[in-house]
């Protein structure tokens, strides 16, 4: 697989709230709206020293609740799945920010 390119993935509040309202508008009021990952897990899975880069998959629990999946990307585009993979986001709701304009805009 080829190497994603290398682009600025930077978003602006306005639109960044915008597009997560019209998520939470468009799903039922029980929606999972993001979840929390710890800093030093994060940083541990993405020193590996092949990363380049993370990427994310969408998953279904044992408990039908949707969550991502993150693992590292190796310089040719691929997956370092045999490496650490994240999950298990405390989820919000219940684990929510004070309401903002990203979770409740």
């Known amino acids: ?5 290398h682009v600025d993935h930077s978003i602006s509040l306005t639109t960044a709230a915008s597009f997560t309202k019209k998520y939470r508008d468009s799903n039922p009021s029980n929606i999972v709206k993001g979840g929390f ?11 590996n020293s092949k990363a380049i880069g993370m990427r994310y998959y969408y998953g279904i629990d044992d408990n039908d609740s949707p969550v991502i999946i993150l693992t590292a990307v190796d310089g040719n585009g691929d997956d370092l799945y045999n490496d650490k ?7 919000c709701p219940d684990v929510c920010s004070v309401n903002n304009p990203l979770n409740n805009g």
């Not at 697989?1 to 390119?5: A, G, I, L, S």
């Not at 990952?37 to 020193?47: C, G, H, R, T």
Request: hydrophobic letters at 50%; glycine letters at 0%; zero cysteines.
């Open 85 to 91: 993979l994240l999950d298990f986001a405390p989820q």
């Open 1 to 5: 697989m080829p190497t994603p390119p």
């Open 37 to 47: 990952f710890w800093k030093d897990q994060l940083i541990d899975m993405l020193n």
